[in-house]
Every structure is written in structure tokens, then in C-alpha cells.
């Protein structure tokens, strides 16, 4: 009996509310390890209102969990599956067939249970997720699955109520991928041809027969029997999954001798609009589901407050276009503040800032909305180059809220107004297009702009480079300077991301116009740029499209700093155009060669500096902090034993697992603050010590320049395509890793047992990068002169 894939809810639904094909994200998954966990059930039309149940009860008793549900079914009518929709944004459909099994014979109770004892099988060659949770249709939830979604290892079920600790109830299980080795599955085919499932009752024989025992025991919360409730005995508080066993079903009419359980069944017995109403009503709720019944309830009400809320999620998916259309929907009360404020943040990210500006200032009349309202104010007039409107929006906001950082971060970066007028006459420089980061910002993006300006010669300074805030509105007045210069690079860094900084324009950081782009007639270089899109996120809004098309046809070199975002941006363009895509390697990962005067050190700290990092920490980890960081606990001890271990923070948020480290182990660890560091401090640290273990890019790609020897705490794709690039996956760990803390420990101990030959392993990897820049920069010199 085979599960083939049929159309789910659409397509498969990324972080950003946006279709992915499934191979992006299955590639994605396979280079971060992260964990794909899906519910899944076998429903049929008879048992189709016990499903519906079902789903209402999840929602409502785990309002912060939105896994992939995974319905196996044979014939369901295009209604029911309408009506299953309607309950979960990310169902998706299999079919079932069982055809060629003799004892299959549609109609009664009794054959149910036989084809439901297939759906068993079907359910353990489920090969696209790493675990899967089986629901039964006649069950609902009452309390939280968290714990359940944190199992890693073996075949999880709750024993039988009436035959002790040796057989397992079949209606929940935990079903773990790395378990269902190739004997196992054959074990599975021959049970199924065999019929093995009267040796018991249907799947419970399957699943004893296959399984004899060996199996991990739940708490039977988890699969709470209603014969245990037999006297009409009240449910236990602490019930998280209540099953509804034997024939007479609640939605049948029930049983008697069980009133009690059946009224806690008939607690998600209600309309669509019942539900959303119930579940809105909850706290923390997860952004999907919110998306999901928010939508309609606001069509349907035309309520202010879950409109915002419905507007909030898609902006923290990164879906700015639809946090706009679910505001322009509702008629907003002039004194409603936070409405108005969310308004303008979705409009401003699509580049509506007159429109953005209106709606803002409305928010400025309420003191709790007043701070956040006049920092993106101030943000507005900044992208436009206005400094001084910006500063006075920027202490407008401090001055309500003297403790509001983005109030603060934005009047520092407007304090003084616009710089002097650069050094050097514009036939002599280049012009640059980059993140220049701030003052406390990410180290590796305030390394990153001189780092490029050093692959194109040593003066990085006024004299030779004119510099272009990528973030900044690309004007008339900003293509006139342009234009003037001798040349345009962009670059380098994950510019191709929508969430940082977004904008309508291009839909990457860059803030450009297509057609002041189009306009551009000094030669352009895209150098070492990156394809930053985490597991989850995902390119596909036709604006993006089309200003990558665009630039591409516009550039003299278009070059990506690895081989996995070519491979992205070429799946994005016509195929007459990849061909002008090219291999650039980041050039903080050649800083000995490009540095002038560089020397190794003579001798380098006996420390180990770890790195992690916080930002997106949802797409990061998934269910798996905790797990992570128990796993880390456990290499920092060993770790300890080869060398002093030290925490590097980038930015501020990422001494965060110092903190969670102190709290939940005891385990104390200096910070080193480089976020603070200048470029030659943040080298000089990199240079000295004698390992990083990194999860940010740069806290890999910057070492591993200065000829440090590198450990990557794989959680974006980019880490694992640097080290493809540089033949070395072996030094990645994923964070997902069942063996996170003991690999890391091992390879660490690898590296340094032999520490010359490790670096010298790493300068040799990084003279095959430099070989690329050297030619690429011969074609540079050509394209841009000089």
C-alpha cells in the first residue's frame, strides 16, 4: 500500500507565507540538518467530523504549534477536503492506495480498521520528515504535544491499557526517520503482504508484530483511553490526547457510562467562526494559525485589533505586501495608535512613505505608541536623505521614551548631520553600495565593506571610494553621483535577503528603483554577494524577480560569494544569463593576501572562541533550543579541556547563550564584546586565537581569512556552502546534530591535536579561493580600469 503525494493546501507554505518548491526547501534542510516534523492521519469520509474535532482541539490546546499535517485518505470528497483546509494552513494530501491488498474492501467499520491498519504501514515509509506524530480521527487534544515534538530518537507510543508494558496503543505515535532502517521497511512489506494484523486487532497487531516490544514508553496522558473513564469517571486534569476507543463514536451519538468524556469532545464541535473566535481569544498564538483564522475573521468582522495582529505576523514573515491588504481592509479609528502604527510599517516597507508618514504620525498622538512611531518616522526621512528631519523625529522619540533603542540607534546615525564631501575628485573613485553598519552593530558586516574596497587595492579610504548606503533611497541625486564616478561595486555580504531593512523597490536591501537602475551608465561589479535566505525563507515575489533579472543584464561582473547562491540566483534567471554568474569568494576569507603588511602570529592564545547567534532564531533552531543547548553545555565542557573557552559576540544579541548557559547548567564563560572592536581588533582576535567554533557566516569566513582553523555551527545554508566551496564539510556541525556536543568536542580535538598542520591545511584551502579572486580581479581592472 503506497502514499503518493497529491495537491495539499497549495503548495508548500515557507516562513514568509510564500509557495517554495519542495526540493528548495528539502536542499535547504539537507545542508542545515534542521528537523521537518509533521501530525499525520488517516481520514475517511465516515470519520471525517471526529478529524475536524481533532484539528479544532490542536489549535486550540497548542495555539503556538503549526506543524505540517500529513492526511492519508483514499477517496475524500473535494467538500471535505475544503472543510479540512479551512481548519489548518499547512495539510497536506496523500492518497492512498490499496488496491492490490485482498483483504481491502471499502464500506463498513470493520474494514476502516483494515485499511486504517495500512495507513500504519504507509505511515512508517514516510521518508520526508524527519518525525512524525499519528493522530487517530477519534481523538482530541487537550493538553500540550511540546514534549513530544522534542523526541529525537526510537518509536515512541503509549502501552496498552489492558495488556501491561509489552504492546503499544497504536492511536499515537512518535515515529523518528533515523529508526526506519531498510530491514525495517522490508519487515513492514512482508507483514503487510502476510496480513500479519490478525494477530491482534488491525494496527495494534501491525504495530506489535512489528515493533515486539521495543518500543519508547509515553506517559499515558498522551494516549488517554476513554475506557479508563468507564462509570462516567471525569477526564484528569493533566490529559493531553483523550482517545475515543471502541465503536459508538461522539459524533455517533457516543456511549453511555462516559458523558464526561464526550462533553470535553463536544468542546471543538463548532463552526468555522466559533473556532477563530476561540483561538484569537488565546495568548502567544503561533503566526500561521493567526494568519489562518485571522484572515476571515477580519473579512467577516472588520475588527481593527485582529487586523493588526493578522498584520504583525505577515510582517514578521517578511510578507509586507499582505500586512498592507489585511489594514486596507478595516476602517481605523483616528485615536486607534497602534493600528495606525502598524499601518505605516507595512507601508514603508513597500516604499508607500507618503502614505507610511500619514499613518505614523497618527500613532504619534498615543505616549505607549509614540516612541516606536517617530523612530520609523525618523527611518523614513533617513532612507530619503533627509538627516536633519530624522534627528528631530530620532529625539522626538527619545524624548518619550529615553530607554526606546531604535529611537536611539537612529539619532546616533543622524547625529551631525550629512558627512564632508569625499577627498577625492569622482573620475578617481568607484562608487559602493554596501550595509555600513553601525556603532555596536553585527562585527562582520562592519569588516565586510573594507574588506571589499581591499580586493580592488589598498587605499579603502575617501580618496578612492564613494560610499552608497544600500539601505538608503537610490534618488535622482544619488544616480547623478553615481554616474559621476568611474564605476558602481556592489557589495559584499547577504544582500540578497527581503527582511533586512525592506523595501518595494527591489525587494533586496538594496533601495533601488528599477528604472533609476536602468539608468546606471558607468560599468557595474556585483561582488561577493550572497544568497542569505534561511531554511523557510524564500525568493518568490515576482518584484525580486525582476530587479536580480535586471541587474544581471545590467552588470559587467555579477559575482556570488559561494556556490550554492549561484546555483539560487540561476534557478531565479532565464538561462541566456547564467553564464554571467560567477564564482566571487567573500574576501574577508582571503584578509592574509589582501591586508597589506599581514604577518601570522608567532604565537596565538591557548583559547577557543565559541560564536553563536540569535537573530531569526525561530528559522535557527525550530523545536531544538533547548536540545542545542544541553548539547553545548556538554562541549563546553569538554572543550575546556583543551583550551580556555570564550564566548565572541558579534553583536549584543549574541551573548545570549552565555546567559542560558549560567542559568539552566551553571556553566560560566567570558565574553569577548567584538561588536565594540574596530577591523584591525576584530583581525587581530581572530588571528591569535587557535579555534573558532562560529555560527555566523563571518564568525566562520573571517577566521578562516586571518588562518584560524574553523568549526561551523551549521544553522543557514551559507555555512555549509562556504565549506563545499572549500572541500572541507567536515568542519560544519549542524545544531540539530544527535551528537551535537560530542562532535564538536571530537573535531575540535582533531584540529588541534596537530594545530600547525590544521593551518596550514586552511592556508592551502584559502590559496584556491585566492586564485579565483586573483582572476576575477584581472577582469576587474579591465571593466572598471585602474
Given amino acids: 500500500m503506497t502514499a503518493t503525494p497529491t495537491s495539499a493546501s497549495g503548495p508548500v507554505v515557507t516562513a514568509a507565507g510564500t509557495p517554495a518548491p519542495a526540493s528548495d526547501e528539502g536542499s535547504a534542510r539537507a545542508l542545515t540538518g534542521k528537523r521537518r516534523i509533521a501530525f499525520a492521519s488517516f481520514v475517511d469520509e465516515n470519520y471525517l467530523p471526529g478529524f475536524l474535532a481533532l484539528l479544532r482541539s490542536l489549535a486550540l490546546s497548542n495555539p503556538d504549534v503549526c506543524e505540517d499535517f500529513i492526511v492519508l485518505h483514499d477517496d475524500l470528497r473535494p467538500s471535505s477536503i475544503a472543510r479540512i483546509r479551512a481548519l489548518h494552513p499547512r495539510i497536506v494530501l496523500r492518497r492512498v492506495d490499496a488496491d492490490h491488498y485482498d483483504s481491502y474492501v471499502k464500506g463498513d467499520q470493520d474494514n476502516y480498521l483494515v485499511r486504517k491498519a495500512y495507513f500504519i504501514l504507509d505511515v512508517f515509509r514516510i521518508r520526508d520528515y524527519d518525525t512524525v506524530i499519528t493522530l487517530d480521527t477519534d481523538m482530541v487534544v487537550l493538553g500540550s504535544l511540546g514534549e513530544l515534538l522534542t523526541l529525537r530518537e526510537g518509536f515512541a507510543a503509549v502501552p496498552q491499557f489492558f495488556y501491561g508494558e509489552s504492546k503499544l496503543n497504536s492511536g499515537l505515535l512518535v515515529i523518528q526517520k533515523e529508526q526506519l532502517s531498510d530491514e525495517f521497511c522490508a519487515r513492514i512489506d512482508e507483514i503487510g503482504r502476510a496480513g500479519t494484523y490478525e494477530l491482534d486487532k488491525h494496527d495494534q497487531g501491525i504495530l506489535n508484530a512489528l515493533l515486539d516490544g521495543d518500543f519508547v514508553r509515553l506517559d499515558p496522558k498522551y494516549n488517554f483511553v476513554k475506557r479508563r473513564l468507564s462509570g462516567d469517571l471525569p477526564v484528569p486534569e493533566d490529559t493531553a490526547v483523550l482517545h475515543f476507543t471502541g465503536r459508538h463514536k461522539p459524533w455517533q451519538g457516543g456511549e453511555a457510562g462516559y458523558e464526561q468524556a464526550q462533553?470535553?469532545?463536544?468542546?471543538?464541535?463548532?463552526?468555522?467562526?466559533?473556532?477563530?473566535?476561540?483561538?484569537?481569544?488565546?495568548?502567544?498564538?503561533?503566526?500561521?494559525?493567526?494568519?489562518?483564522?485571522?484572515?476571515?475573521?477580519?473579512?467577516?468582522?472588520?475588527?481593527?485589533?485582529?487586523?493588526?495582529?493578522?498584520?504583525?505576523?505577515?510582517?514578521?514573515?517578511?510578507?509586507?505586501?499582505?500586512?498592507?491588504?489585511?489594514?486596507?481592509?478595516?476602517?481605523?479609528?483616528?485615536?486607534?495608535?497602534?493600528?495606525?502604527?502598524?499601518?505605516?510599517?507595512?507601508?514603508?516597507?513597500?516604499?508607500?512613505?507618503?502614505?507610511?508618514?500619514?499613518?505614523?504620525?497618527?500613532?504619534?498622538?498615543?505616549?505607549?505608541?509614540?516612541?516606536?512611531?517617530?523612530?520609523?518616522?525618523?527611518?523614513?526621512?533617513?532612507?530619503?536623505?533627509?538627516?536633519?528631519?530624522?534627528?528631530?523625529?530620532?529625539?522626538?522619540?527619545?524624548?518619550?521614551d529615553p530607554t526606546h533603542r531604535a529611537a536611539r540607534l537612529w539619532q546616533r546615525r543622524t547625529l551631525g548631520g550629512v558627512p564632508t564631501q569625499q577627498q577625492g575628485s569622482p573620475e578617481d573613485q568607484l562608487a559602493h553600495v554596501a550595509?555600513?553598519?553601525?556603532?555596536?552593530?553585527?562585527?562582520?558586516?562592519?569588516?565586510?565593506?573594507?574588506?571589499?574596497?581591499?580586493?580592488?587595492?589598498?587605499?579603502?579610504?575617501?580618496?578612492?571610494?564613494?560610499?552608497?548606503?544600500?539601505?538608503?533611497?537610490?534618488?535622482?541625486?544619488?544616480?547623478?553621483?553615481?554616474?559621476?564616478?568611474?564605476?558602481?561595486?556592489?557589495?559584499?555580504?547577504?544582500?540578497?535577503?527581503?527582511?533586512?531593512?525592506?523595501?518595494?523597490?527591489?525587494?533586496?536591501?538594496?533601495?533601488?528603483?528599477?528604472?533609476?537602475?536602468?539608468?546606471?551608465?558607468?560599468?557595474?561589479?556585483?561582488?561577493?554577494?550572497?544568497?542569505?535566505?534561511?531554511?523557510?525563507?524564500?525568493?518568490?515575489?515576482?518584484?525580486?524577480?525582476t530587479s536580480l533579472r535586471l541587474l544581471v543584464e545590467r552588470a559587467a561582473f555579477f559575482g556570488l560569494r559561494n556556490h550554492g547562491s549561484i546555483e539560487k540566483v540561476r534557478a531565479m534567471l532565464p538561462s541566456h544569463l547564467h553564464d554571467k554568474v560567477r564564482f566571487q569568494p567573500c574576501p574577508t576569507t582571503v584578509t592574509r593576501q589582501l591586508v597589506a603588511g599581514w604577518q601570522d602570529p608567532a604565537e596565538r592564545d591557548d583559547t577557543i572562541l565559541i560564536n553563536a547567534a540569535y537573530d531569526r532564531a525561530g528559522l535557527r533552531f525550530g523545536h531544538d533550543y533547548a536540545y542545542f543547548l544541553g548539547q553545548m553545555a556538554e562541549a563546553v565542557k569538554g572543550l575546556r579541556e583543551l583550551a580556555e573557552v570564550k564566548c565572541v559576540a558579534h553583536s549584543l544579541d549574541d551573548e545570549k547563550i552565555v546567559f542560558d548557559l549560567r542559568r539552566e547548567y551553571g556553566i560560566s564563560m567570558p565574553v569577548i564584546p567584538m561588536y565594540d572592536f574596530d577591523n584591525d581588533a576584530i583581525r587581530d582576535l581572530y588571528a591569535r586565537t587557535k579555534l573558532v567554533i562560529g555560527m555566523r557566516g563571518h564568525a566562520g569566513m573571517i577566521p578562516f581569512g586571518c588562518g584560524t582553523p574553523v568549526i561551523s555551527l551549521i544553522s543557514h545554508p551559507k555555512m555549509a556552502y562556504f565549506l563545499n566551496d572549500i572541500e572541507r564539510p567536515e568542519w560544519g556541525v549542524s545544531v540539530h546534530d544527535r551528537h551535537l556536543g560530542a562532535r564538536l568536542v571530537e573535531r575540535a580535538r582533531d584540529l588541534l591535536a596537530d594545530h600547525d598542520a590544521t593551518v596550514a591545511d586552511v592556508h592551502g584551502r584559502q590559496q584556491e579561493l585566492w586564485k579565483v579572486t586573483e582572476a576575477n580581479a584581472a577582469d576587474l581592472r579591465v571593466l572598471l580600469g585602474g
Fill in 263 to 400: 462533553e470535553r469532545w463536544r468542546e471543538f464541535d463548532m463552526d468555522d467562526a466559533e473556532l477563530h473566535a476561540a483561538y484569537l481569544a488565546l495568548p502567544e498564538p503561533h503566526r500561521d494559525l493567526l494568519v489562518h483564522y485571522g484572515t476571515p475573521h477580519v473579512e467577516r468582522t472588520g475588527d481593527v485589533g485582529t487586523a493588526r495582529r493578522v498584520a504583525l505576523a505577515h510582517i514578521g514573515a517578511g510578507d509586507y505586501q499582505s500586512a498592507v491588504d489585511i489594514m486596507e481592509r478595516v476602517h481605523i479609528p483616528v485615536d486607534e495608535a497602534w493600528p495606525h502604527e502598524v499601518y505605516g510599517h507595512a507601508l514603508m516597507s513597500v516604499s508607500r512613505y507618503d502614505e507610511a508618514r500619514a499613518q505614523l504620525l497618527l500613532a504619534t498622538a498615543a505616549p505607549n505608541r509614540a516612541a516606536t512611531a517617530f523612530a520609523r518616522l525618523a527611518q523614513i526621512a533617513w532612507v530619503h536623505g533627509d538627516d536633519a528631519t530624522a534627528q528631530r523625529y530620532a529625539l522626538a522619540g527619545v524624548g518619550v
Fill in 435 to 545: 550595509f555600513y553598519m553601525d556603532r555596536q552593530g553585527n562585527a562582520g558586516d562592519k569588516l565586510l565593506p573594507e574588506s571589499v574596497r581591499l580586493a580592488f587595492g589598498p587605499d579603502t579610504t575617501s580618496r578612492r571610494w564613494h560610499p552608497v548606503h544600500a539601505h538608503r533611497l537610490f534618488d535622482e541625486a544619488a544616480l547623478e553621483r553615481v554616474n559621476a564616478r568611474r564605476g558602481l561595486v556592489i557589495g559584499g555580504g547577504g544582500l540578497f535577503i527581503p527582511d533586512t531593512m525592506p523595501n518595494g523597490n527591489s525587494a533586496w536591501q538594496w533601495n533601488v528603483p528599477d528604472a533609476l537602475l536602468n539608468r546606471i551608465d558607468v560599468p557595474i561589479a556585483v561582488y561577493a554577494v550572497g544568497f542569505n535566505a534561511f531554511d523557510g525563507q524564500s525568493y518568490r515575489a515576482e518584484r525580486f524577480r
